[in-house]
Structure formats: C-alpha cells, structure tokens
C-alpha cells in the first residue's frame, strides 16, 4: 500500500527549541517537498529536493532546514530562527518533470509553538 | 506578488448543478496546471491536472479548460454531489531550473459547498 507518512500528526514546541517533522514515501519518487498552510491561505512552499543529496530552497526556506539521505525520506526542522513557525505542515512527492509533476501530499503535520 | 489566484473564497451550488471554479494565473512560465481538493486538517488530493498544450481534460465528473491566452483556467464538477463540498485549490508549475521538478505554486483556494 504506497503512500506518504508524516508524524507526527499533532507537535507542540515550546518557543527557542528546534523541532523536526518527519516525511517518508514509499511511491520510488525522486523528488520531495515541503509546504506549510496557514488559515486562509495556499500553500507555500519552504524546500525541495529533486534527488538523493540535493535540496533547494523555495519561498519560505528562512528558518527551516532539510536534508535528503535517503530517497524514501526528507525530515524538515523548525528551528529557533522560524519567526512564526505555528503552521500545518504538508509534505508532498513526485515523479519529477518526467510525471509531470504531479505531487502527491502526506496528511500533514500541525505544529504549534506555545 | 500573486502569481495564481483564485478571486471566489467560497463558491455555494446546487446538488445535481455544475460547479464552475476559477483560476488566473500571471507567470508565463507556468507548463504544466493542477486542481486539488481538501479537508481541513488533512493533506490536498489530486484531483486533475492539465499540461499547457492541451486545452481540455476530462476525468469523470470533472473536466478542466485551459485558456492560455487569457492565462486563465477553471474546473468543472457535473454532477455536484453533497461529497464534494471542501476547499479546491489551484496549482501551476513551470520550467524554472533546468528542467527540474521544481514546487508548485497555489492560489489560495475556493471553498465550495454543495447545498441539497
């Protein structure tokens, strides 16, 4: 049964502390996301990755950071430097340019920094 | 700077009616065109997607039309059913980085609400 995972689905953090999300498929997709989704808005996206050891930056990278060791997981940490971090998380993978693109999202993660 | 947006926040239609949900977009870019559904709390469900040279797609109760020279583009539910009321989201991505499979960007959504 392939799909997206994300845990967890609900983190709380107390202000100052890093915290990582974690994100892992199991579709053999190359390429990986991650956007956040505040109320009444789309989602932005914060880094991405398009193969194993590579990331880039997207909108939002201020304060975040990922890594990409293994294609089926790309953990993203919150850290201290995120100004406004309380946000739900969304994960997401694709095929890559040669799928067309399409992402397919996990369930999300809402954090919230007390 | 929006680049695609969704100018309906919420969008209320008949059961058994057409719903019609729009996007326009700015970036001439963008190639490739995607709808997704959602729930609260929960993560976006791809729905249907179009790439810009095609300027219709249809799968089932939905069909998407593309108009590249006025960069707009909208979906189509026929039937609306009770199961379809949820936030639809616009989404495009182009051919920034080589060619690479960059993220996408989304407008902020339409809430549409399907009354019996």
């Known amino acids: 049964d392939g799909g997206i995972t994300q845990s967890p689905k609900y983190l709380f953090r107390k202000e100052g502390q890093n915290v990582t999300l974690s994100c892992e498929q199991n579709l053999n997709h190359d390429a990986m996301y991650w956007y956040r989704q505040d109320p009444g808005q789309g989602l932005r996206l914060i880094y991405y990755?398009?193969?194993?050891?590579?990331?880039q930056k997207g909108d939002i990278a201020e304060g975040y950071s990922v890594s990409r060791e293994k294609k089926e997981s790309f953990p993203l940490t919150v850290t201290s430097a995120q100004k406004n971090p309380t946000a739900f998380y969304l994960c997401a993978s694709s095929m890559g340019r040669a799928g067309g693109n399409t992402q397919y999202f996990g369930p999300g993660t809402r954090l919230t920094v007390l | 700077d929006q680049q695609v947006k969704q100018n309906s926040p919420s969008l209320s239609v008949q059961e058994g009616r057409i719903s019609i949900l729009n996007c326009d977009y700015t970036?001439?870019?963008?190639?490739?065109f995607l709808w997704y559904k959602k729930y609260p709390a929960e993560g976006p469900t791809f729905l249907i997607s179009?790439?810009?040279?095609?300027d219709k797609n249809e799968d089932g109760r939905f069909t998407v039309f593309l108009n590249k020279s006025a960069k707009h583009l909208s979906l189509h539910i026929v039937p609306s059913q009770p199961g379809d009321s949820a936030v639809y989201f616009c989404a495009a991505s182009g051919v920034y980085s080589g060619g690479g499979a960059d993220g996408l960007t989304f407008g902020k959504g339409t809430h549409l609400i399907i009354q019996p």
């Open positions: 179009i790439s810009s040279i095609k």
């Open positions: 990755s398009q193969i194993v050891n590579d990331f």
């Open positions: 970036n001439s870019m963008f190639d490739y």
